[in-house]
């Protein structure tokens, strides 16, 4: 923009791209009108549009004949009493501005400007409209007002940032310092110093925190191809690896030797240094390495290179049984070598070596948010692995280079199997769910169906959700009782999943469907919703019925709100909230917040321990055994989702474990507390219940329309200057912590009652059309499950559309050799079974690995080139189960090493049952599968 001195940027990086916010020197009504931006922002106090010759609203009077009071006489659109700012109708074509926006402060508010001035960027979501927009602005409040420079220009950019992270598509920012007429750039340059000195070197700061430029990864060369972490107590495994290693590779690179602990030290840098420079982390896993201090040290610096390499550096070996793996362990994929297996072992040793290609790798602090892509996700219960495999086959052959989801395929050893689940189906186009008894049953089924749902629902329809009904059912869960499932029971299997398959590659080309199947993919418009506000909708549901009234209004003047938080801790007598119960880390509730957003936890925990003195709250926790020990032993994790938190690979981290433990407690392990709308992907985060949103609309209503008092907040504050808050947050946390302590309260009592002996477990992620149907229907009871006979679907095909008449209503199939694309040259059949068999499956019916051709986008995005075992291995692929004598572990998620057909064939009969993390998802083999690593 020509007239203006851009004195620094920031580049933001969102999901949309990147955007800017510049500091300039000019005048912001000199502005040109071939320069035209969307919105100009403004500052006033109440009501106040004097044009007085010092202020940007003068200045636009007085040099452009633009009068904010005449345009406050009819405004577009008065949220004032919600958010502070009105907005203007779109202003004549000679102005340099699309529209006006007015912020509005009071100057005996309690409230201060920089608390205020995100609700500006919050306004502009409407007016921008999804539509990338330019904004000018001078530095608010800081004029006739009098407010700091310095505190306005952080509480701007730091909300600028969040909401360009949470989706708002501001392309540019310009905040303007006013300067009148500056000759030649040294003069830009000293009078930027004399005079905003200050504010530059502020701004300077807050690039260094948010520009994407100090965010791009490092190359880290490696200098060794394995660091070996083990127990002393494990010579013997040991040995036989770094055998296994050198008989494959006698140059390999094997650092060994045992890195000692500075105890004086929050983190081991030498080891770190070590470790990021290796192409492999192995950790030797057995009940000697946990219990060695050292191990498991070693194992969380290994974590944490695993999160900043954005690749699978860590490769755990399984080679003896432990009694309780911790939750954070057993998120990772690792290597089942038990009981020291050696040919296991050897197998791992093999795997290890193939994926020690790369020279360098990627070193960064943030998390990478883009989804993984994939055209279809394969989602089912591991009982069901023989038509999961034959519809994996079927596919392959219909398009080799479908990019295919099929977990025994793409979970390696080492990725973190819960975020990959949820990041792999956030980026897919079409989701099949073979659904069954032993589908609906599974908790971590039942997540990939709901997260496929929410995406099927959304606005965009972004996801395809294809149900396969495999079993004659007569009902299914209310949960899967809105999308049509297709019949493809025992006696229709392969033709449906043939015309299904089919049908799906082609609309995946843009091609032509047939009109059957062309129904089943259309949106359905019934089903359609927004998940944010559906989830709004149903909190504000349940706070008008804890404090409302009938005819719902938010609050009623027989109940009090906020609620006196010691009142209710002495409302239960006998309550044990004066002890940390049964907790043997003597934690009852840890704080899980991204470093930019401490002043938020801070709020919380004085709240708390004012309303329970002896409740223990912990958070600010520097060291990393620490760290992960108290997300895994504490009685209550509380996350605050912000954007600045889902940039944190910690932080991801400590929610993804407890989310873990959430899934097989009764008790509330996991609390988040949205403070700020969240970017729409990772789109799990926004489907993990929440009890408060301080996003929510309700809590503005309540400080401004209903004026809650809050005053007695402030006390709790040892230094507000450092932790101020606007009213509407610390209404919002404060309720936050009413709920946090009823649930502790219930959990006790829950906890002194009988138990079942039958394992807890549940899904995590909510169904989203069941929570809207629920609160459009008044939350009435229509039972737990529904008639299947209402969602299925008979595909009726005939010989001219798919090369035989397949009538699935009748049960008349062809032989699976009539398929155009599975030629009789291409099928075998089973001799025990009679079924057809391709050349590409082994006699489990298990799909063969990727023959070369299809390459995985979790590896392109990842820029390492990890090659696979051998592919002529016909009997491999990998697994992520858990055996029986694991039943006690919080989570166990494994690839073991090859065995015999008949080992395996014998291993999958004698399986009743299979864990996933923990949780029963399907039934796997304890062996006869290779590691793919």
């Known amino acids: 923009m020509s007239g203006f001195l851009v004195q620094d940027s920031i580049k933001v990086l969102t999901q949309n791209g990147e955007c800017q916010i510049d500091l300039c020197l000019g005048d912001i009504t000199k502005l040109k009108r071939k320069d035209k931006v969307d919105v100009i922002v403004v500052s006033a106090f109440t009501n106040d549009y004097v044009p007085t010759r010092t202020s940007v609203i003068g200045a636009l009077k007085y040099n452009l004949g633009l009068d904010v009071g005449e345009l406050s006489r009819n405004k577009a659109e008065d949220l004032r009493k919600l958010y502070s700012c009105w907005w203007s109708h779109p202003l004549p074509d000679q102005m340099p501005y699309g529209r006006l926006l007015c912020f509005e402060t009071n100057f005996r508010s309690q409230r201060r400007p920089q608390e205020m001035v995100a609700n500006v960027f919050r306004c502009l979501v409407p007016i921008l409209n999804n539509e990338d927009g330019t904004v000018i602005t001078p530095l608010l409040n800081t004029g006739d007002q009098g407010y700091g420079q310095i505190g306005m220009l952080q ?3 730091v909300a600028a940032v969040n909401w360009m992270k949470a989706g708002l598509p501001l392309r540019l920012l310009k905040i303007v310092l006013y300067a009148k007429s500056i000759d030649g750039p040294v003069h830009q340059s000293s009078f930027a110093n004399s005079r905003y000195g200050d504010v530059c070197g502020k701004f300077a700061e807050l690039k260094e925190k948010y520009d994407s430029q100090y965010l791009v990864p490092k190359a880290v060369p490696i200098e060794f191809d394995i660091y070996l972490s083990y127990s002393e107590d494990d010579q013997g495994v040991v040995a036989t690896i770094q055998d296994g290693l050198k008989s494959i590779k006698s140059d390999v690179r094997i650092y060994g030797n045992k890195q000692k602990i500075d105890s004086e030290a929050v983190w081991q840098q030498d080891m770190y240094q070590v470790m990021i420079r290796s192409a492999r982390v192995v950790t030797v896993l057995s009940p000697h390495y946990l219990k060695s201090t050292a191990c498991v040290e070693q194992y969380n610096i290994a974590l ?18 432990i009694d309780l793996m911790p939750t954070y362990m057993g998120l990772v994929q690792y290597v089942d070598c038990r009981p020291n297996d050696n040919k296991k072992i050897e197998e791992a040793c093999k795997a290890l070596i193939v994926s020690m290609t790369i020279k360098v790798h990627l070193e960064t602090l943030v998390v990478d948010p883009a989804p993984i892509q994939y055209d279809i996700f394969l989602s089912y219960s591991h009982r069901d692995d023989e038509q999961a495999n034959y519809i994996v086959e079927l596919l392959r052959k219909l398009h080799p280079k479908l990019r295919v989801f099929f977990d025994l395929q793409e979970l390696k050893t080492g990725k973190a199997w819960q975020r990959t689940l949820y990041h792999s189906i956030d980026g897919s186009r079409c989701l099949l769910a073979l659904i069954s008894e032993n589908y ?30 495999l079993e004659d059912l007569q009902e299914v869960p209310v949960t899967f009782g809105k999308v049509k499932m297709v019949r493809a029971t025992p006696d229709v299997f392969q033709p449906v999943s043939n015309a299904i398959c089919k049908a799906v590659v082609n609309w995946l080309d843009g091609k032509e469907v047939h009109a059957v199947v062309e129904e089943i993919l259309k949106p359905d418009q019934n089903l359609s ?7 709004e909708s149903q909190r504000r549901t349940k706070f008008i019925s804890k404090y409302g009234t009938e005819n719902k209004k938010l609050l009623s003047l027989e109940k009090r709100f906020p609620a006196k938080l010691k009142d209710l801790i002495q409302s239960r007598p006998g309550s044990a909230m004066s002890k940390c119960g049964d907790n043997p880390e003597g934690v009852d509730v840890v704080l899980s917040c991204a470093p930019e957003d401490w002043k938020y936890a801070s709020f919380l925990r004085a709240v708390l321990t004012d309303a329970a003195p002896n409740l223990v709250v912990k958070s600010g926790i520097k060291s990393e055994k620490e760290r992960l020990t108290l997300m895994d032993t504490a009685r209550c994790v509380v996350a605050f989702v912000t954007p600045s938190y889902l940039d944190s690979p910690e932080q991801v981290e400590e929610f993804h474990i407890a989310l873990c433990r959430q899934r097989t407690s009764p008790s509330t392990v996991l609390f988040p507390i949205t403070v700020h709308p969240v970017p729409p992907k990772p789109t799990y985060f926004r489907l993990v219940p929440c009890s408060v949103s301080i996003a929510d609309a309700m809590w503005s209503e309540l400080a401004h329309k209903w004026h809650v008092d809050v005053p007695s907040f402030r006390p709790l504050l040892s230094d507000t200057s450092e932790i101020a808050l606007p009213p509407e947050v610390m209404l919002g946390l404060h309720e936050a912590a009413g709920v946090l302590i009823n649930e502790l309260k219930e959990d006790e009592e829950r906890s002194g009652a009988a138990t079942s002996d039958v394992p807890f477990s549940r899904p995590v992620l909510h169904n989203i059309i069941k929570i809207r149907d629920d609160i459009a229907d008044d939350a009435k009871d229509h039972g737990a499950v529904v008639e299947i006979t209402e969602l299925l679907v008979t595909l009726k095909m005939t ?27 291409e099928t075998t059949v089973d001799s025990k079974s009679d079924k057809p068999v391709t050349k590409e499956s082994n006699q489990n019916g298990e799909a063969a690995k990727s023959d070369g051709q299809h390459s995985s986008s979790m590896e392109e995005r990842m820029d390492v080139s990890e090659s696979q075992p051998n592919p002529d291995d016909h009997n491999s692929h990998n697994d992520h189960g858990q055996s029986s004598d694991d039943h006690k572990a919080h989570t166990n998620h494994g690839t073991s090493g090859q065995i015999s057909d008949s ?8 399986e009743s049952s299979e864990k996933v993390g923990g949780q029963e998802r399907s039934q796997r083999p304890k062996s006869g599968v290779c590691l793919l690593i």
């Open 529 to 535: 919703c927004d998940m944010d506000k559906v989830s």
């Open 799 to 825: 010989d001219e559309d798919f090369g035989a008449t397949v009538d699935t209503q009748t049960g008349q199939k062809p032989p699976l050799q009539n398929d155009p694309e599975l030629t009789p040259e």
């Open 155 to 157: 509480g701007m950019v």
């Open 440 to 469: 609906i049953k599974s908790p971590v089924c039942q997540e990939e169906y709901n997260l496929a749902l929410a995406k099927h629902c959304s606005m965009d329809g972004s996801l395809k959700l294809i149900p396969l009904c």
């Open 903 to 910: 080992q395996a064939s014998r291993e999958v009969k004698s």
């Open 304 to 321: 944490c290179c695993n999160r900043r390499a954005h690749r699978d550096m860590l490769a755990p070996i399984y080679v003896n049984s």
